[in-house]
């Protein structure tokens, strides 16, 4: 978690229990425990070089040369190791850039079973993303109907585009059908059991 001062007052190393510490990730200071870090064989053997005489800051925190945001998915997952991160929205979709970095990070911190599955890309197995074109009658309620059809608890409904065009029906006898709508639905479907350790 992230730690401020109370009081605006600065704490200091020796004022916390002896398994936290606090670090200045290039600025950004976290509090965690030492026996979060020791997940990591990289951690692990620093800490025991720090405990022999550990060199902090003036506010008793150890500086951590790493970008924040990236350093922050990867303590997370030293936290919860087993629990792959999932960098996903339904704006952007999966932020590549970021899995590299964490892979980056991971592969510097000797978490090679995260680097080993960010590298494998198996996080795109945790979403599922489908399309579905749908032609109805404007004259009618029935494509609002389907608007609100019930889905799957554990999928995403998204109407992509909706507009109005004239297409030929299929029926026993084609004919024009005026003012039809065209829907494009898109469905995301989650499984989170993919970034879960097996």
């Not at 080993?116 to 945790?126: G, P, Q």
Request: with cysteine.
């Amino acid at each position: 978690m992230d730690q401020d001062p109370p009081n605006g007052q600065p704490a200091t190393q020796a004022t916390l229990p002896s398994d936290l510490i606090t670090l200045n990730v290039s600025g950004r200071r976290i509090l965690t425990a030492k026996s979060t870090l020791k997940t990591s064989p990289y951690f692990q053997n620093l800490i025991t070089r720090w405990e022999q005489g550990m060199e902090t800051l003036p506010d008793g925190s150890v500086f951590i040369d790493a970008d924040p945001d990236v350093f922050t998915i990867v303590l997370n997952y030293m936290r919860r190791p087993s629990t792959y991160p999932l960098l996903w929205t339904c704006e952007k979709g999966f932020d590549y850039v970021l899995y590299n970095k964490v892979m980056a990070e991971a592969d510097f911190y000797m978490l090679e079973e995260l680097r080993d599955w960010v590298a494998s890309k198996e996080y795109e197995n945790a979403v599922k993303i489908r399309h579905k074109i749908e032609v109805n009658p404007a004259t009618t309620e029935a494509w609002m109907d389907k608007y609100w059809e019930k889905v799957d608890l554990e999928e995403i409904k998204e109407l992509v585009h909706c507009y109005p065009v004239e297409v030929e029906g299929w029926s026993m006898s084609p004919k024009i059908i005026p003012r039809s709508i065209v829907c494009v639905w898109k469905y995301t479907k989650m499984d989170m059991s993919v970034c879960y350790k097996h």
